[in-house]
Each structure stands twice: as structure tokens, then as C-alpha cells.
């Protein structure tokens, strides 16, 4: 069932994630995978992955009828050593979203990503969640676009996802939503959940009007110090404010989800 395509496109965003990542930077041990150098631990000692990449989990899991391909892929995943998974986190507008309109959530999807998060950590699966998608599929920042032209944005084009302070709004209020979710079935918040191995801010980012990254860094990584004036919309360390609110202790990994390093 793990086709060829999944296991390299995992292993390629692991190995990205490395490379990228921000926030927990340090051992816990508290069971929360983090980053020491160029190596991932987990509990003071290195954390060697093996994953695949199932995007479908959470519409599964949302429907009863087939809740059951859920348990059976993490119970196939674990009996062959796999231990990371990256998901969708996110269904933005149309055909049985999570989001339905800005800041608007289908309970029932969202009872479908607790299943998952909860039978993820029966298997001993930890999971990459993704936020938002770049392309179409499952609404992306096309959508996030779209809503903000339907509430009186003038927007040229979809890439003014990452600039527009609405659309950026509404994105992380969406961030917002998802980490502060308490699970129906563990009763632990996601932000708290060491089964999330890491977020990802977007599906394979891409701005066609900028293609020099600049628009991409500026917006989705920690802006170096000292210039203050980029801080307040940088949305990674938005996410982190929100991951660990004190600024202390444990905190995900965060990735922005490109599939190469600009850097």
C-alpha cells in the first residue's frame, strides 16, 4: 500500500524540515521531537524516522463508514517500522471542508483530524501537519484569496496570500483554531500534543509574482534581527506564540513546507 512516490516525498520533507526548522530546538523530555545541530531527538536521544505521505486521513476519519482505512494504514505503517506521517490539516471551501468561510469549522471533519491525531498515537505514528495548500486542491490560498475579495478586497492575483492583511488574517486565525484545539477524544490540545511532530505552514509553497523567494521569506520566516517592523506579520513566529505562549520550555518543530531550502 506505500506507494514508491509517498516514501520519497516524506523522506524529502524530513529531510527539508531539518534543514528549515524553527521552534523546538532543544531536547524534552517530555516525548516531543525536536532538533539538536543536524539531528532530530526525542527524549535526549536521536530520533530516526521512516514515514509516508496519506493527505486523505482526516476525510477518512470524518465518515464512519470508512474511520477504519484510518486504524488499518497506521496499524500497516507501524508493523513495517514506519513512524512519521504527514497529513492535511486544512480543507478550505467547497465539498466537505473543514473550513467552511473564514474562521467557520465543520465539527464533524474536525472530529475526523482528533481521530486521526488519537489513533496516530495508539500506533506510535507522529504526524507533520500541513495548514494550508498552495495549489487549488482542497481550496489553498486561492480560496483564502477569494473570501477576501468577497469581503471587499481589491487583489491582483493569488500570490497576495502572503502579503494582504486580511487574507493573512484569516490564515491565522485558521493556525489559531487548529492549535488551540482540544481533541474530543484525548481531551489534549494540539498545541500541547507531542504525537504532532511538526507543522507545516503551506503545501509546497510557490509566488509566481516574486520569483526570487523574497516574498516567501519575508512573510513565512522569522525575520532577522533587528527590524521590528516585519515581526507582527511574520506568521512563524505568530505560530509559535501560539504553540508556546510563554516563550519557554517545549514547542513544534515548524516547517514551511517547500520542498527546497532558500536560504
Not at 529531510?15 to 528549515?20: F, H, K, V
Not at 526548522?21 to 530516526?48: C, D, E, I, L
Not at 480560496?143 to 481589491?154: C, E
Request: include cysteine; aromatic fraction near 12%.
Amino acid at each position: 500500500m506505500w506507494g514508491r512516490t509517498s516514501l520519497v516525498i516524506i523522506s524529502s520533507v524530513l529531510a527539508a524540515l531539518l534543514a528549515t526548522a524553527h521552534g523546538s530546538g532543544r531536547a524534552t523530555g517530555n516525548g516531543f521531537v525536536g532538533t539538536r545541530g543536524s539531528q532530530f531527538v526525542m527524549k535526549g536521544r536521536p530520533f530516526y524516522f521512516n514515514g509516508f505521505n496519506a493527505y486523505w486521513l482526516m476525510y477518512m476519519a470524518s465518515d464512519l463508514s470508512t474511520r477504519d482505512k484510518v486504524t488499518d494504514t497506521f496499524g500497516q505503517a507501524s508493523k513495517y517500522g514506519m513512524n512519521v506521517a504527514r497529513t492535511w490539516a486544512f480543507s478550505d471551501g467547497g465539498n466537505r471542508a473543514l473550513q467552511t468561510s473564514p474562521g467557520v469549522y465543520n465539527e464533524d471533519m474536525f472530529k475526523g483530524l482528533d481521530f486521526v491525531v488519537s489513533e496516530a498515537k495508539k500506533y506510535g505514528i507522529y504526524l507533520i501537519l500541513s495548514l494550508v495548500n498552495n495549489w487549488e486542491s482542497f481550496g489553498g490560498k486561492k480560496q483564502y484569496v477569494q473570501w477576501a475579495r468577497d469581503h471587499g478586497q481589491f487583489l491582483n492575483n493569488d500570490d497576495e496570500f502572503f502579503t494582504n492583511p486580511v487574507v493573512k488574517g484569516y490564515y491565522k486565525n485558521h493556525v489559531k483554531a487548529v492549535l488551540t484545539r482540544v481533541n474530543s477524544i484525548t481531551g489534549v490540545a494540539y498545541k500541547d500534543d507531542p504525537t504532532i511532530l511538526a507543522w507545516e505552514l503551506i503545501n509546497e509553497p510557490r509566488c509566481q509574482s516574486d520569483i526570487s523567494g523574497k516574498t516567501i521569506q519575508v512573510n513565512l520566516r522569522p525575520p532577522p534581527p533587528p527590524p521590528p517592523h516585519t515581526h507582527t506579520s511574520n506568521i512563524i513566529k505568530y505560530l509559535l506564540s501560539r504553540d508556546c505562549p510563554s516563550g519557554k520550555g517545549r514547542s513544534h518543530i515548524v516547517y514551511i513546507g517547500h520542498e527546497f531550502d532558500f536560504r
